[in-house]
């Protein structure tokens, strides 16, 4: 056979065969961990706003679903991660609410979808930790953590909970708000045309305790793969490290979800 044609052939054999052993390039492991400063100073550090407007997205995704999506539980932590999680573990300041590990496809911010966090002590239908974060990638990679850390008691505040949308939702109550809606021109119409309910309490969902104080972590932050990063609040912290896979995802349980 002429020279030309097995050079050819090669080519063709290489190209058919490349798309099968490549792996994605937007397929990332991701490692978070969010732990309590148990330090009473803290408590103190600063005053936090009592009129939170807390809702969950339409966009959700539970680690409950192994394998739906392109998202997937696994057990097996990034060696970097793992240190940092012991010397958490070990300190007496820190209390661990949570850790999530898992694989997905990322996906530009606009579609990223919302993977649902929670941890810490469950109090009737709620917990500690709860809400969500985002793990995008466009030209860099981006975390964006919307969490919210209750403190319950025996006297509620001006607070409110929205009900966890993994639980199924009473007959009587829709449970979701499509937010895009709630930010467009015609709901603020709405609004201009029936003042009374812009300042109307939000309705308490049935079940709820009391709850003393809520604050709140959301943020943007642009991150580097391979590298822990960490989102600081004076009573809450996480801690994020985004990398390539190193072994095939495996479902397993952790600590909240």
């Given at each position: 056979m002429p020279r030309?044609?097995?050079?050819?052939?090669?080519?063709?054999?290489?190209?058919?065969?490349?798309?099968?052993?490549?792996?994605?390039?937007?397929?990332?492991?991701?490692?978070?961990?969010?732990?309590?400063?148990?330090?009473?100073?803290?408590?103190?550090?600063?005053a936090w706003p009592d009129n939170l407007h807390l809702r969950y997205p339409?966009?959700?995704?539970?680690?409950?679903?192994?394998?739906?999506?392109?998202?997937?539980?696994?057990?097996?932590?990034?060696?970097q991660f793992?240190?940092?999680?012991?010397?958490?573990?070990?300190?007496?300041?820190?209390?661990?609410?949570?850790?999530?590990?898992?694989?997905?496809?990322?996906?530009?911010?606009?579609k990223?979808?919302?993977?649902?966090?929670?941890?810490?002590?469950?109090v009737g239908e709620h917990f500690e930790l709860e809400g969500?974060?985002?793990?995008a990638?466009?030209?860099?990679?981006?975390?964006?953590?919307?969490?919210?850390?209750?403190?319950?008691?025996?006297?509620?505040?001006?607070?409110?909970?929205?009900r966890h949308p993994y639980r199924p939702a009473p007959e009587n109550e829709d449970g979701f708000v499509d937010e895009a809606f709630e930010n467009s021109p015609e709901y603020a119409e709405f609004l201009k045309q029936n003042p009374q309910l812009a300042d109307a309490e939000p309705a308490i969902p049935a079940g709820a305790e009391p709850v003393e104080r809520i604050v709140v972590m959301?943020?943007?932050?642009?991150m580097r793969s391979e590298e822990l990063h960490y989102i600081d609040h004076p009573l809450f912290?996480?801690?994020?490290?985004i990398s390539k896979p190193q072994e095939l995802p495996v479902a397993g349980d952790s600590v909240g979800e």
């Open positions: 030309f044609q097995l050079a050819t052939l090669f080519l063709l054999a290489v190209a058919i065969a490349a798309p099968l052993q490549a792996e994605p390039d937007n397929r990332y492991q991701i490692d978070i961990v969010v732990y309590a400063n148990t330090d009473p100073a803290a408590n103190n550090a600063e339409r966009d959700w995704q539970s680690l409950k679903d192994p394998g739906r999506g392109h998202v997937q539980r696994t057990e097996q932590h990034h060696p793992a240190k940092a999680l012991r010397s958490l573990q070990l300190s007496s300041r820190y209390r661990i609410l949570t850790k999530q590990s898992w694989i997905q496809d990322l996906q530009p911010r606009g990223a979808p919302a993977i649902l966090i929670r941890g810490g002590r469950e969500y974060i985002r793990i990638l466009e030209r860099y990679l981006y975390a964006q953590p919307m969490l919210w850390l209750s403190q319950f008691g025996e006297r509620g505040g001006n607070y409110y909970l929205p959301k943020q943007e932050r642009r912290g996480l801690l994020v490290m």
